[in-house]
């Protein structure tokens, strides 16, 4: 089992920057990737960046040059700063991490980006 926590989420206006967190517990050693996904009201839940066990980055391309994943040295917690937002990036922002058999969520922090 591997739990959860995201956090860092809130309201900023277009063009501001937030830094997500999300501290993984549990069986962490399990973890081959952990990423953010992202849930707009109406729409599908969406990727917007991974990071795998050996530190290789994937983005959306939707954010690339605007969002950077990382994680610590010991691959907790996995961070997302957000730059350069734009209203469109307004949603739900829910931390992922998938181990060989499973994957499991976090319970997801707002985003708003609004003036």
């Known amino acids: 089992q591997v739990q959860l926590v995201e956090s860092g989420g809130g309201l900023v206006q277009p063009g501001g920057s937030l830094r997500l967190s999300c501290a993984a517990s549990?069986?962490?050693?399990?973890?081959?990737?952990m990423g953010w996904y992202r849930q707009a009201p109406g729409k599908q839940r969406e990727l917007v960046a991974i990071?795998?066990?050996?530190?290789?980055?994937r983005y959306a391309d939707s954010v690339k040059g605007r969002f950077t994943i990382s994680r610590d040295n010991a691959k907790n917690p996995v961070y997302l700063q957000m730059n350069s937002l734009k209203p469109e990036d307004t949603a739900v922002y829910y931390c992922?991490?998938?181990?060989?058999?499973?994957?499991?969520w976090g319970q997801g922090t707002q985003v708003t980006v609004s003036s």
């Open positions: 990071i795998t066990s050996g530190g290789i980055p």
């Open positions: 549990g069986n962490i050693f399990s973890i081959l990737a």
């Open positions: 992922k991490a998938q181990t060989g058999q499973f994957a499991y």
